[in-house]
């Protein structure tokens, strides 16, 4: 039971709502400290993409090929990587789940498409081609396609850059881009987007040839943007799509700021990409209980303040998209499919739509630890269900709670996806032991998830286990009635708050 200290005296609100004075009873009464949620004072601070919420199925699961092995694989210390078959982007149960995440972004991209040869058959060649790493035939981008039809997803992706796609002097040829342009026209789709290459501050490890610098990046890129503008105007162009300011140890020496001043003004949207930290599969250990930390959590801000100084004076104006994300690179971090990484998701949708990022692209839907969903079996995790609440509730237009920082309580707000006049209040508790309390102005329908332990791979909502039901269909997503005054938040939970009487939202 929750006790009253010297230093937390409790009084009662006098709160003005509208026109209306609503005066607490005293059954009703709050600590002065805490948060309250009045609708009808909050205010719209931005929009975001429809598409906001969207995610990564990486070009080596296309394909095949080595990717990050799952912790649950073991041998971690002899071998990083493991080899998986093409995804099957035809399962029913997969298709199903990210549709009703969608719209969305499906980004093909990563690494491996760096040196990805698309072939113009049916059925890979037996031997890839000089140059390039893995071949992608043109059934599986037919699959591709398919399923983001399927799915209302619209194609993001990058294209080779490896010595296979240049000529004899080393330069860049649009051979292979135009070739993947043309076989998504002739299957029926489109690319709504793309990135020349991923990560070019990573040059030396991602594919290109050896030395390659910014000023080479720099002539590529313009060739890439002119070609972009002739062939395929429909495309949005994305760039620089970095990780990191600064010379990384495992890279080339090049920073954002280096590719931004050799390429010139080119994108029509300033991406990026971000993660807290690296996996222990790239030697970093982390204690995974910082997951709910203040300072974890405000990496995505700073990266971001980064990022958007970068934007302003070199792309000033540019929308901003976060293309690749997730907690840790490598794979993921064992806790990533676990409820504990679902604070970090969450609390990092809510932070970049107020920091007015418009698309946020989780890496992955299904691969590795950090996947949404399981890799071999497709099954929901953690995440996928936070996701599939966000998708439900929360939309575009981002809105001002007027609620004061607080250590272990994170509060963002939206007005609701289908409702006019409602608001979605996301409201964090990142204390593992404290619960919160905030006042609310009016009744509202509650979701809180929790789960046993924070690394359980299982979340309750309001109390009952969410899994897939028969025909893998989703469990219907039941809010619980918490009447106007005081709300206890448990501690170490995720509650969202449906309420009316948001004028920001009519």
């Given at each position: 039971?929750?006790?009253?200290?010297a230093?937390?005296?409790?009084?009662?609100?006098?709160?003005?709502?509208?026109?209306?004075?609503?005066?607490?009873?005293?059954?009703?009464?709050?600590?002065?400290?805490?948060a309250?949620?009045?609708?009808?004072?909050m205010?719209?601070?931005?929009?975001?993409?429809?598409?906001?919420?969207?995610?990564?199925?990486?070009?080596?699961?296309?394909?095949?090929?080595?990717?990050?092995?799952?912790?649950?694989?073991?041998?971690?210390?002899?071998?990083?990587?493991?080899?998986?078959?093409?995804?099957?982007?035809?399962?029913?149960?997969?298709?199903?789940?990210?549709?009703?995440?969608?719209?969305?972004?499906?980004?093909?991209?990563?690494?491996?498409?760096?040196?990805?040869?698309?072939?113009?058959?049916?059925?890979?060649?037996?031997?890839?081609?000089?140059?390039?790493?893995?071949?992608?035939?043109?059934?599986?981008?037919?699959?591709?396609?398919?399923?983001?039809?399927?799915?209302?997803?619209?194609?993001?992706?990058?294209f080779?850059?490896?010595?296979?796609?240049?000529?004899?002097?080393?330069?860049?040829?649009?051979?292979?881009?135009?070739?993947?342009?043309?076989?998504?026209?002739?299957?029926?789709?489109?690319?709504?987007?793309?990135?020349?290459?991923?990560?070019?501050?990573?040059?030396?490890?991602?594919?290109?040839?050896?030395?390659?610098?910014?000023?080479?990046?720099?002539?590529?890129?313009?060739?890439?943007?002119?070609?972009?503008?002739?062939?395929?105007?429909?495309?949005?162009?994305?760039?620089?799509?970095?990780?990191?300011?600064?010379?990384?140890?495992?890279?080339?020496?090049?920073?954002?700021?280096?590719?931004?001043?050799a390429?010139?003004?080119?994108?029509?949207?300033?991406?990026?990409?971000?993660?807290?930290?690296?996996?222990?599969?790239?030697?970093?250990?982390?204690?995974?209980?910082q997951?709910?930390?203040?300072?974890?959590?405000?990496r995505?801000?700073?990266?971001?303040?980064?990022?958007?100084?970068?934007?302003?004076?070199?792309?000033?104006?540019?929308?901003?998209?976060?293309?690749?994300?997730?907690?840790?690179?490598?794979?993921?971090?064992?806790?990533?499919?676990?409820?504990?990484?679902?604070?970090?998701?969450?609390?990092?949708?809510?932070?970049?739509?107020?920091?007015?990022?418009?698309?946020?692209?989780?890496?992955?839907?299904?691969?590795?630890?950090?996947?949404?969903?399981?890799?071999?079996s497709?099954?929901?995790?953690?995440?996928?269900?936070?996701?599939?609440?966000?998708?439900?509730l929360?939309?575009?237009?981002?809105?001002?709670?007027?609620?004061?920082?607080?250590?272990?309580?994170?509060?963002?707000a939206?007005?609701?996806?289908?409702?006019?006049?409602?608001?979605?209040?996301?409201?964090?508790?990142?204390?593992?032991?404290?619960p919160?309390?905030?006042?609310?102005?009016g009744?509202?329908?509650?979701?809180?998830?929790?789960?046993?332990?924070?690394?359980?791979?299982?979340?309750?909502?309001?109390?009952?286990?969410?899994?897939?039901?028969?025909?893998?269909?989703?469990?219907?997503?039941?809010?619980?009635?918490?009447?106007?005054?005081?709300?206890r938040?448990?501690?170490?939970?995720?509650?969202?708050?449906?309420?009316?009487?948001?004028?920001?939202?009519?």
């Amino acid at each position: 039971m929750y006790t009253e200290t010297a230093t937390r005296r409790c009084v009662r609100i006098v709160t003005m709502i509208g026109a209306a004075l609503l005066v607490a009873a005293t059954s009703r009464t709050a600590c002065a400290s805490e948060a309250a949620i009045v609708p009808s004072r909050m205010t719209a601070i931005g929009t975001i993409d429809t598409r906001f919420q969207s995610y990564n199925v990486e070009m080596v699961e296309v394909t095949g090929g080595q990717f990050w092995k799952p912790y649950t694989q073991g041998g971690m210390q002899r071998d990083r990587y493991s080899d998986r078959p093409p995804i099957d982007l035809a399962n029913p149960r997969l298709r199903k789940l990210a549709a009703v995440l969608s719209p969305a972004y499906i980004r093909v991209s990563g690494s491996w498409a760096n040196a990805t040869y698309v072939a113009d058959t049916e059925s890979a060649p037996a031997a890839v081609p000089a140059g390039f790493n893995t071949v992608l035939s043109r059934a599986q981008w037919r699959g591709v396609i398919e399923f983001a039809r399927a799915t209302d997803a619209e194609i993001v992706t990058s294209f080779a850059v490896s010595p296979g796609s240049r000529d004899a002097n080393g330069v860049w040829t649009p051979d292979q881009a135009q070739r993947l342009i043309d076989a998504t026209r002739s299957l029926g789709g489109r690319i709504a987007a793309a990135e020349f290459m991923n990560e070019p501050t990573l040059a030396a490890n991602n594919g290109a040839p050896p030395g390659y610098d910014a000023e080479a990046y720099g002539r590529d890129f313009r060739i890439f943007r002119d070609w972009m503008r002739r062939s395929a105007p429909e495309t949005l162009i994305l760039g620089p799509g970095s990780i990191g300011d600064a010379p990384l140890p495992s890279g080339s020496g090049i920073t954002t700021r280096d590719l931004l001043a050799a390429s010139g003004p080119s994108v029509d949207r300033f991406s990026y990409h971000h993660y807290n930290t690296l996996s222990p599969r790239c030697g970093v250990h982390d204690d995974p209980m910082q997951a709910l930390s203040d300072d974890w959590l405000a990496r995505a801000d700073a990266t971001l303040a980064t990022y958007r100084a970068l934007r302003d004076a070199f792309e000033p104006g540019k929308p901003i998209w976060l293309t690749e994300t997730a907690d840790a690179a490598c794979g993921g971090n064992p806790g990533d499919a676990t409820f504990l990484d679902t604070f970090r998701y969450l609390d990092q949708l809510g932070r970049l739509a107020k920091g007015g990022v418009q698309v946020v692209m989780h890496n992955t839907l299904a691969a590795s630890d950090y996947g949404l969903l399981d890799e071999r079996s497709f099954r929901p995790r953690p995440n996928y269900w936070a996701a599939l609440l966000w998708r439900r509730l929360m939309g575009t237009t981002v809105l001002e709670t007027e609620i004061a920082s607080m250590p272990t309580l994170h509060t963002y707000a939206h007005c609701h996806r289908a409702t006019k006049g409602t608001v979605s209040v996301l409201l964090i508790n990142t204390s593992r032991k404290t619960p919160q309390f905030v006042t609310l102005a009016g009744p509202a329908e509650r979701y809180t998830l929790q789960a046993d332990h924070l690394q359980s791979a299982t979340v309750r909502l309001n109390g009952e286990p969410l899994e897939l039901a028969a025909n893998d269909d989703l469990p219907r997503l039941a809010a619980r009635t918490a009447p106007a005054g005081r709300l206890r938040l448990p501690p170490a939970s995720i509650t969202f708050l449906v309420m009316l009487d948001a004028a920001a939202c009519r």
